[in-house]
Each structure stands twice: as structure tokens, then as C-alpha cells.
């Protein structure tokens, strides 16, 4: 036996390890993205809901109290900073907080319903808020999924996942109004 | 919204996967939606205009019964063409870890990919040999759907993650108010599912039938499904044989019609279901359910309000839930209204509702769905062609 064959399982193994770590790159790649994308969702639902919350403000459907508390809480969601999650949580928080004290059941939702000019705000109020929680599960699933892949120790020590910041989950209160998703 | 929805098997072979596919795809087209499906199928005359042909299932043992999918190179050209000229704004795969198209779907594409799960598996094999596999498939898709409690429970125990339940629903006017489609003196007693299919427990039902001919000389058996006359009675006494109709397969008009005929729909399932679609069926042909205690089916029959339970297997209590339901016509006037109201909950309208919520969260700020061509060399180069050729009908007049 020629005394060079002891190379060959060793560069089978190479080969090995290098196709694992190409793969595990891959797999991170995709995390990342689907983390970006869920990400953005989300954030789109959140602006799209503040938006509304200033609209049904103005539109008077709701006692003045409730109005001012409304508009208030809109406008700290939608100028709290996109870099710092925890306060952006904290306000979306706020502001689910005044949607559902604001509708508690079904009876005031028909109340509103009555009173608004366009009914239809109501529907898509409900619409926003099932969507916010939505997306903030399937984003807080895919950190998840990526977190359980960047735990690994190849991809710590050789730092695969490259200078990507570790993902953050959205940690809010998303409860939608009870009085919109009553059946 | 233009929407992709993936079936794992074969279109012409009846089932619940196929049954919930062809619903939520008609359910959509009623809303104003564009809905493509790619399934497999053995016949393609079979299929209707919105459903693409996948290619011929092949028979492969899966979760404990033997399941007919597609896999194959032909199988993945076929995916790939179908998602590259699709355009759609989301893809829907079903039962994406099935050895089948889903998984090749999610392979394919990327962009927004939901996707539904409908067994609950018990630490199948498939999964934990396939774990990595699983993962290269589950990664890429943006939202999971469970169908039951059961399902979501089998991706948290096995995969990590979650996922959000919608339950499965049903086309109420497809059921409610058909002719009965066979007539008899005495009671109709029904059962509907694979004769051959243990799971589905057509023998515990056999096995109790004396008792119930015992009580009512008149009672009619009713089997309707797919499997072989000759086999089902072979181990039937001669005396109930007279009582038996055997309808076999039937569509699924027959099947509500079949289902409207019925005094007592009999469900002697032994494991295996993660649903039960088939009793809200029943329900909303009128008919009342009589069904094993399984964890799917107690939930359908709100407990027990809904329906009448017996334990798993136990052909006696069978027989007794049986009689005692055919004795009291005033149980079957109560169990019928109460079914028709529970049924409400699952009509598809409310289903297709809460999908297009699931739609919209994950295609927000998003493209289309297209080919995924990463890490795919072959993939790279074809598509630097299409490219190019592209190009050049572009600058064409």
C-alpha cells in the first residue's frame, strides 16, 4: 500500500466539514432574510395600525376622553424609535392597551359601528390588530429559529453568521380589542 | 391576491388534505381571489381548470398508512416551472414535511410561504431521521398553520416553533338540506372512510352490528368508501348480511346525500385522526354522530353536547350508543339541531377570513413568490440564460 493513503479519508473529511459549514452558512443566510422580512411586516402593521388609531381620533367617534387618550397614545407609538425595541414595545403596548379598553365587547362595537361614517374603519381596525399579532409571532418564530442556529458551537467559534447583529424578539401587548373579534 | 396552493396527494384519491385543498381553493376563487394548485394526480382529465397536474403518486409508507406522493427530478422541474410562471403573491403549501410536493415547493421558492399542517404525527421516523431535512423545509416558510390542537402540539414537540390554529372548516351548503340518497323502512345506521384502512375501525362497528340488528330487526347498515366488498364481509355473519348496503366510493354529492340518509352516522375511528371533518359533516347533513373518544372528536362534539361518545375500540358501548340513540327520537331531533348549530363555527367562509389575515401579514412589504435558485449551480446557470433570453425578447419590438 503506498504510505499516502491515510490522506484520503482525512480529505474526505475536509470535504465533509466544508459542505456542513457551506450549508449552515446557507441555512443562516435564509434566517437572517426571513428575520428582515418578518421584521418589516411587522413594522408595517404597527404603522399602519397607529395610522388608523389617528384616524379614528379625528373622525369623533369616541368620547373625548377616549380621543384624547387615543391620539396620544398613537402619536408616542409612532414617534417611538425603531432602534430601541423595548420603548417601541412599551408603546405599541400603550396603545393596545386604549384599543381594548376603548371596545370591551361587542355591544360598544356596535355602538361605534352606529356612530362612525364609515362603518368599515371598525372592520379594518379588527383586521390590523389580528395582522400586528400575526406578524409579531411569525417574526418572533423566525429569532427563534435563527437563535437556535447561531447557539451552535462551529457557528460561535467560526463565526459564521459574520457581524449580523443578534436577533431580537418584539416583546408587546398585542391583545385585539375583545369587542371586534367576538363570533 | 394571486395564490399558490400546493396539495401532497393525489387529486382523484379521496381524502381530507384533498378535500380541505379543493374547499380553501374555491372558498378563495368565491372571494375574488386567482388560485392555482399544483397537486399529484393519476388521472389528469380529473382535474378541474384551477388545478395544475404534478405529476403520478407513487405508493410510500408515511405515518403509519401507506400514502400515494411525488417525488422525483421530474417532480422538481415541474414545481420549479409552475412557480417561476405562476406569480403568485403567496404560496400555500400543505403537509410541507410529507415526502411530496410541498417540501419540494418550499425548496423551490422564496418569498412569502405558508403553510399548513394537518397529521399529527407520534415521533414519526420520517421526522427524526429527517430532522435536518425538516429544517431546510420548515425555515423558509414565513407562517405555520395547524389544523387542531393535535397538529400545532406535533411541530412544538418535534420542531421548535409554533403555530398559529385555524381549524379546518366545511362548504355547510354543500350538505345542508340534499335528498337523503336511499330510503328504508327501518333505521339507517352509517359509516363513511377506507374500509381498509384499520384506523378507520369499520370492524368495530362490524363487530357491534349484531347487537344493534338484535334491537332494531329493521336497522340498515350504510358503508360508503373506498375498499372490497367480498373482504369487508368476509368475517360478517350470514344473518346480517341481508342488512348491509355497501355503496363503496362515492362523490361527494352522494357522500352528503348518503350522509342526509342516515339516522345514525357511526364514527368508530381508533387513532390516527388529528380532526374528524367527517362528523361536522354529518353534522351539517342533519345526521346524528355517534364517535369514538378520541381527543379530535370529543373537541368537534363541543364534548360530548354534540354528539355521543364511547370508548375507543369497545364494540359494546358502541352497539348501546347506537340503540339508545335510535330508540329516542326525541335524542336524534336534539342531537341534529345541536349539530347544525356547532357546524356553523367551521364553515369556510370564517377559515377563508382567517387565511386572508395570515396572507396579509406575511406578504406585507413583500414581493412575489419566485424560483429560489441559490446554491442550485445548475439553477445559477439556467436562470443566466433565461435571463439573457429574456433580455432579448424585451429589446424585441
Same mark, same amino acid.
Given at each position: 500500500?503506498?504510505?499516502?493513503?491515510?490522506?484520503?479519508?482525512?480529505?474526505?473529511?475536509?470535504?465533509?466539514?466544508?459542505?456542513?459549514?457551506?450549508?449552515?452558512?446557507?441555512?443562516?443566510?435564509?434566517?437572517?432574510?426571513?428575520?428582515?422580512?418578518?421584521?418589516?411586516?411587522?413594522?408595517?402593521?404597527?404603522?399602519?395600525?397607529?395610522?388608523?388609531?389617528?384616524?379614528?381620533?379625528?373622525?369623533?367617534?369616541?368620547?373625548?376622553?377616549?380621543?384624547?387618550? =387615543? $391620539?396620544?397614545?398613537?402619536?408616542?407609538?409612532?414617534?417611538?424609535?425603531? @432602534? #430601541?425595541?423595548?420603548?417601541? /414595545? !412599551?408603546?405599541?403596548?400603550?396603545?393596545?392597551?386604549?384599543?381594548?379598553?376603548?371596545?370591551?365587547?361587542?355591544?360598544?362595537?356596535?355602538?361605534?359601528?352606529?356612530?362612525?361614517?364609515?362603518?368599515?374603519?371598525?372592520?379594518?381596525?379588527?383586521?390590523?390588530?389580528?395582522?400586528?399579532?400575526?406578524?409579531?409571532?411569525?417574526?418572533?418564530?423566525?429569532?427563534?429559529?435563527?437563535?437556535?442556529?447561531?447557539?451552535?458551537?462551529?457557528?460561535?467559534?467560526?463565526? =459564521? $453568521?459574520?457581524?449580523?447583529?443578534?436577533?431580537?424578539?418584539?416583546?408587546? @401587548? #398585542?391583545?385585539?380589542?375583545? /369587542? !371586534?373579534?367576538?363570533? | 391576491?394571486?395564490?399558490?396552493?400546493?396539495?401532497?396527494?393525489?387529486?382523484?384519491?379521496?381524502?381530507?388534505?384533498?378535500?380541505?385543498?379543493?374547499?380553501?381553493?374555491?372558498?378563495?376563487?368565491?372571494?375574488?381571489?386567482?388560485?392555482?394548485?399544483?397537486?399529484?394526480?393519476?388521472?389528469?382529465?380529473?382535474?378541474?381548470?384551477?388545478?395544475?397536474?404534478?405529476?403520478?403518486?407513487?405508493?410510500?409508507?408515511?405515518?403509519?398508512?401507506?400514502?400515494?406522493?411525488?417525488?422525483?427530478?421530474?417532480?422538481?422541474?415541474?414545481?420549479?416551472?409552475?412557480?417561476?410562471?405562476?406569480?403568485?403573491?403567496?404560496?400555500?403549501?400543505?403537509?410541507?414535511?410529507?415526502?411530496?410536493?410541498?417540501?419540494?415547493?418550499?425548496?423551490?421558492?422564496?418569498?412569502?410561504?405558508?403553510?399548513?399542517?394537518?397529521?399529527?404525527?407520534?415521533?414519526?421516523?420520517?421526522?427524526?431521521?429527517?430532522?435536518?431535512?425538516?429544517?431546510?423545509?420548515?425555515?423558509?416558510?414565513?407562517?405555520?398553520?395547524?389544523?387542531?390542537?393535535?397538529?400545532?402540539?406535533?411541530?412544538?414537540?418535534?420542531?421548535?416553533?409554533?403555530?398559529?390554529?385555524?381549524?379546518?372548516?366545511?362548504?355547510?351548503?354543500?350538505?345542508?338540506?340534499?335528498?337523503?340518497?336511499?330510503?328504508?323502512?327501518?333505521?339507517?345506521?352509517?359509516?363513511?372512510?377506507?374500509?381498509?384502512?384499520?384506523?378507520?375501525?369499520?370492524?368495530?362497528?362490524?363487530?357491534?352490528?349484531?347487537?344493534?340488528?338484535?334491537?332494531?330487526?329493521?336497522?340498515?347498515?350504510?358503508?360508503?368508501?373506498?375498499?372490497?366488498?367480498?373482504?369487508?364481509?368476509?368475517?360478517?355473519?350470514?344473518?346480517?348480511?341481508?342488512?348491509?348496503?355497501?355503496?363503496?366510493?362515492?362523490?361527494?354529492?352522494?357522500?352528503?346525500?348518503?350522509?342526509?340518509?342516515?339516522?345514525?352516522?357511526?364514527?368508530?375511528?381508533?387513532?390516527?385522526?388529528?380532526?374528524?371533518?367527517?362528523?361536522?359533516?354529518?353534522?351539517?347533513?342533519?345526521?346524528?354522530?355517534?364517535?369514538?373518544?378520541?381527543?379530535?372528536?370529543?373537541?368537534?362534539?363541543?364534548?360530548?353536547?354534540?354528539?355521543?361518545?364511547?370508548?375507543?375500540?369497545?364494540?359494546?358501548?358502541?352497539?348501546?350508543?347506537?340503540?339508545?340513540?335510535?330508540?329516542?327520537?326525541?335524542?336524534?331531533?336534539?342531537?341534529?339541531?345541536?349539530?347544525?348549530?356547532?357546524?356553523?363555527?367551521?364553515?369556510?367562509?370564517?377559515?377563508?377570513?382567517?387565511?386572508?389575515?395570515?396572507?396579509?401579514?406575511?406578504?406585507?412589504?413583500?414581493?412575489?413568490?419566485?424560483?429560489?435558485?441559490?446554491?442550485?449551480?445548475?439553477?445559477?446557470?439556467?436562470?443566466?440564460?433565461?435571463?439573457?433570453?429574456?433580455?432579448?425578447?424585451?429589446?424585441?419590438?
Amino acid at each position: 500500500m503506498p504510505d499516502w493513503w491515510w490522506w484520503v479519508p482525512v480529505i474526505v473529511a475536509i470535504c465533509l466539514v466544508g459542505l456542513y459549514l457551506s450549508m449552515t452558512a446557507g441555512r443562516l443566510d435564509r434566517l437572517h432574510r426571513r428575520i428582515e422580512t418578518s421584521r418589516y411586516a411587522l413594522d408595517l402593521q404597527l404603522l399602519r395600525r397607529s395610522a388608523l388609531a389617528l384616524d379614528l381620533a379625528s373622525a369623533g367617534i369616541f368620547d373625548p376622553a377616549t380621543t384624547v387618550v =387615543l $391620539a396620544d397614545a398613537a402619536h408616542v407609538a409612532r414617534v417611538a424609535s425603531d @432602534d #430601541d425595541l423595548v420603548m417601541r /414595545g !412599551l408603546a405599541e403596548s400603550d396603545l393596545t392597551r386604549v384599543f381594548v379598553a376603548a371596545i370591551p365587547d361587542e355591544h360598544d362595537a356596535d355602538e361605534l359601528r352606529a356612530m362612525a361614517s364609515d362603518p368599515s374603519m371598525l372592520e379594518d381596525l379588527r383586521g390590523i390588530c389580528v395582522r400586528v399579532q400575526l406578524s409579531r409571532r411569525f417574526h418572533n418564530d423566525a429569532v427563534r429559529a435563527c437563535r437556535q442556529v447561531r447557539r451552535q458551537r462551529l457557528v460561535r467559534w467560526l463565526s =459564521l $453568521a459574520g457581524r449580523t447583529p443578534w436577533p431580537h424578539t418584539m416583546e408587546m @401587548d #398585542d391583545t385585539p380589542p375583545p /369587542g !371586534l373579534i367576538a363570533r | 391576491m394571486n395564490i399558490g396552493i400546493v396539495c401532497p396527494y393525489a387529486w382523484d384519491a379521496p381524502g381530507g388534505v384533498q378535500a380541505h385543498v379543493r374547499d380553501q381553493a374555491e372558498t378563495l376563487m368565491d372571494l375574488g381571489h386567482q388560485v392555482s394548485v399544483l397537486t399529484p394526480v393519476e388521472d389528469p382529465s380529473t382535474l378541474p381548470a384551477y388545478a395544475v397536474d404534478g405529476g403520478r403518486p407513487r405508493a410510500v409508507p408515511y405515518n403509519g398508512s401507506v400514502a400515494r406522493l411525488t417525488l422525483g427530478v421530474k417532480a422538481t422541474a415541474r414545481v420549479r416551472r409552475w412557480i417561476r410562471e405562476g406569480g403568485f403573491d403567496v404560496l400555500h403549501v400543505h403537509e410541507p414535511l410529507a415526502p411530496s410536493l410541498g417540501g419540494l415547493a418550499c425548496w423551490a421558492a422564496r418569498g412569502p410561504i405558508v403553510a399548513t399542517v394537518h397529521s399529527s404525527v407520534e415521533r414519526s421516523r420520517v421526522l427524526v431521521t429527517g430532522y435536518y431535512l425538516a429544517q431546510t423545509v420548515l425555515e423558509k416558510i414565513s407562517a405555520v398553520i395547524a389544523v387542531s390542537e393535535h397538529a400545532r402540539r406535533t411541530i412544538v414537540d418535534h420542531l421548535g416553533g409554533d403555530a398559529v390554529l385555524i381549524p379546518n372548516g366545511i362548504r355547510i351548503d354543500h350538505f345542508a338540506g340534499v335528498e337523503p340518497l336511499v330510503t328504508r323502512q327501518g333505521p339507517i345506521v352509517g359509516f363513511l372512510g377506507r374500509m381498509d384502512e384499520p384506523r378507520k375501525g369499520l370492524a368495530v362497528l362490524l363487530e357491534a352490528f349484531p347487537d344493534i340488528l338484535a334491537r332494531h330487526p329493521e336497522a340498515t347498515l350504510l358503508l360508503m368508501g373506498p375498499g372490497d366488498v367480498a373482504d369487508v364481509l368476509a368475517d360478517v355473519a350470514d344473518r346480517c348480511r341481508d342488512s348491509i348496503v355497501f355503496l363503496g366510493r362515492v362523490d361527494e354529492h352522494d357522500k352528503a346525500r348518503g350522509l342526509a340518509a342516515m339516522d345514525v352516522y357511526v364514527a368508530p375511528n381508533t387513532g390516527g385522526e388529528s380532526f374528524g371533518i367527517i362528523l361536522l359533516e354529518a353534522m351539517a347533513a342533519g345526521a346524528p354522530v355517534v364517535a369514538s373518544d378520541l381527543d379530535a372528536f370529543s373537541r368537534v362534539l363541543d364534548g360530548g353536547r354534540c354528539g355521543v361518545l364511547f370508548p375507543v375500540g369497545d364494540a359494546q358501548a358502541l352497539a348501546a350508543a347506537v340503540n339508545s340513540v335510535l330508540d329516542r327520537p326525541e335524542e336524534r331531533q336534539r342531537l341534529t339541531e345541536a349539530g347544525s348549530r356547532r357546524v356553523m363555527v367551521y364553515d369556510w367562509s370564517r377559515v377563508a377570513a382567517d387565511l386572508i389575515d395570515v396572507y396579509a401579514s406575511v406578504t406585507a412589504g413583500q414581493g412575489p413568490v419566485r424560483e429560489d435558485l441559490r446554491g442550485q449551480l445548475v439553477g445559477r446557470l439556467a436562470s443566466r440564460r433565461r435571463g439573457q433570453g429574456e433580455l432579448e425578447s424585451g429589446s424585441g419590438p
